[in-house]
């Protein structure tokens, strides 16, 4: 893509109504523009971010056994009459009347229409175990909608439900979903920690949070630090294998909101290892057992003949959340610096002299080949100063630069500069290729 056509409408200045840092960087970087109050408009860059989450999202719930479909964002009113939730959601919920006065509402979630899917289809103890997900909007209606899309009143969530003939069951679906949760955030370069969260009326141990360490975060969490430093990705996981002991491994160490914080156990921890900081949350996994499953009356006969109604759980993911979170997980003084993973683009190509005799044909060629070679590049031809060139490439925060200048295109080089760390090489166009090139999906 060259900048000269690519509609990313930056802006100078911090725009006044952005109080954390990730918003303001959105704005700034024509990522997103509000179109009212907590509802966004997802402009080129900012788009290309999401559907780069939301494809690891999914990847990982393919891989855990998860199978997606998409259900709509219109619900209709009686479906959650059945589970007496319509009257329960209070004004979150935004409700609509169709030209038939039938009585609809925009889904601030899909616990009670994936259950009537799953019921009218399901009819033994064969039709489980199943787990379920769609990537679909939804809306709250916030009372305080803020922080850019961290807390919209629109916003894109993943979704699992998980159905199976028991309570034993259900805990297998669980510790996939918990594995998973740690892989996919994991791959967006982030720790996400698992955080025991309250289980309401059901009790047990099955509900975690996962929460991403911020200063701007919106809760007080305590953690062991020993937890902070797993490596999730290193390990290769068989979704069929018993999972209980690895979730074990991966939550026995202290983590708790201030909500279930015990000070006596956290103080007990020896103090270096102490953490004590704000999150954000950006996942949560739910075991709810027959909650829905009986209202709604989700049931299936066992291998002995016995009907039961199924044990249920569900699975969100914040995805436009996780485009905030990320850049306030990763930014500096200068703009966001994003992981390889979820870059819009892998690599700003600045020509800095836009019609020169040397510097545009060598940064044309290597445009050319970069594409060929299957590289996302973002190719800076603007005829600016080069100054807004480098303020520009480092507020979108692109992991790597190639900048082609006339002293380095005299002498056939560039410079290849890591967002990161801000390291800069001259070295070759050819070099800078095979770098790139061999970095492919890493
Ligand atoms: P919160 O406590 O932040 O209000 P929640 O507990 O109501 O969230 P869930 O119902 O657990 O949210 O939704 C699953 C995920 O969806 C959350 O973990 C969060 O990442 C995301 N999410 C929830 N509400 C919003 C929102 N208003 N804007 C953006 N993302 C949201
Ligand atoms: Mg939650």
């Given at each position: 893509m060259r900048s000269s056509q690519f509609f990313m409408?930056?802006?100078?200045?911090?725009?006044?109504?952005?109080?954390?840092?990730?918003?303001?960087?959105?704005?700034?970087?024509?990522?997103?523009?509000?179109?009212?109050?907590?509802?966004?408009?997802?402009?080129?860059?900012?788009?290309?971010?999401?559907?780069?989450?939301?494809?690891?999202?999914?990847e990982e719930q393919d891989r855990a056994g998860c199978q997606e479909l998409l259900m709509p964002t219109i619900q209709s009113a009686d479906l959650w009459r059945e589970s007496g939730r319509y009257d329960d959601y209070g004004k979150e919920m935004l409700r609509i009347t169709d030209r038939h006065d039938r009585e609809m509402l925009y889904g601030p979630t899909?616990?009670?229409?994936?259950?009537?899917?799953f019921r009218n289809s399901a009819k033994s103890y064969r039709d489980v175990p199943k787990m379920l997900y769609h990537i679909q909007w939804k809306f709250r209606d916030e009372v305080r909608p803020r922080f850019g899309v961290m807390r919209g009143r629109e916003f894109l969530m993943k979704d699992a439900y998980s159905f199976d003939l028991d309570a034993?069951?259900?805990?297998?679906?669980?510790?996939?979903?918990?594995?998973?949760?740690l892989r996919t955030f994991a791959r967006m370069g982030l720790q996400a920690i698992p955080m025991a969260a309250d289980t309401g009326p059901i009790g047990g141990d099955l509900s975690h949070e996962f929460i991403i360490l911020a200063d701007t975060g919106e809760s007080a969490v305590f953690c062991d630090r020993s937890f902070i430093e797993r490596d999730v990705l290193s390990l290769d996981i068989d979704y069929d294998s018993d999972l209980e002991p690895l979730v074990k491994q991966w939550t026995t160490d202290y983590a708790a909101t201030d909500e279930k914080h015990d000070a006596a156990r956290f103080g007990a921890l020896p103090k270096d290892r102490q953490v004590e900081a704000r999150g954000i949350e950006v996942g949560h996994i739910f075991y709810f057992g027959t909650k829905y499953s009986e209202p709604l009356?989700?049931?299936?006969?066992?291998?002995?003949?016995?009907?039961?109604?199924?044990?249920?759980?569900?699975?969100?993911?914040?995805?436009?959340?996780l485009v905030?979170?990320?850049?306030?997980?990763?930014?500096?003084?200068?703009?966001?610096?994003?992981?390889?993973?979820?870059?819009?683009f892998k690599v700003g190509l600045v020509n800095l002299k836009a019609g020169d005799a040397a510097t545009t044909p060598m940064a044309d060629d290597l445009y050319a080949r970069l594409t060929r070679a299957g590289v996302e590049v973002l190719y800076d031809d603007r005829d600016v100063r080069?100054?807004?060139?480098?303020?520009?490439?480092?507020?979108?925060?692109?992991?790597?630069?190639?900048?082609?200048?006339?002293?380095?295109?005299?002498?056939?080089?560039?410079?290849?500069?890591?967002?990161?760390?801000g390291a800069v090489e001259e070295i070759s166009a050819e070099a800078a290729l095979n770098k790139l090139a061999s970095r492919q999906g890493a």
């Open positions: 409408p930056t802006l100078r200045e911090n725009p006044s109504e952005a109080q954390i840092v990730s918003h303001r960087l959105m704005l700034r970087a024509g990522m997103v523009r509000q179109a009212s109050s907590g509802i966004y408009s997802w402009l080129p860059l900012g788009f290309k971010v999401l559907k780069k989450i939301e494809q690891i999202v999914r899909n616990e009670e229409l994936i259950t009537e899917i034993a069951g259900a805990r297998r679906a669980y510790n996939k979903m918990f594995v998973s949760y009356k989700a049931q299936v006969q066992t291998q002995d003949g016995q009907t039961i109604s199924v044990h249920m759980g569900s699975y969100g993911i914040g995805v436009s959340r905030g979170a990320i850049i306030e997980a990763s930014h500096d003084d200068k703009g966001i610096v994003w992981p390889e993973s979820v870059a819009p080069a100054g807004e060139k480098f303020a520009q490439m480092d507020l979108i925060g692109l992991p790597y630069q190639v900048v082609i200048g006339p002293r380095g295109a005299a002498k056939g080089e560039v410079e290849f500069k890591t967002r990161k760390t």
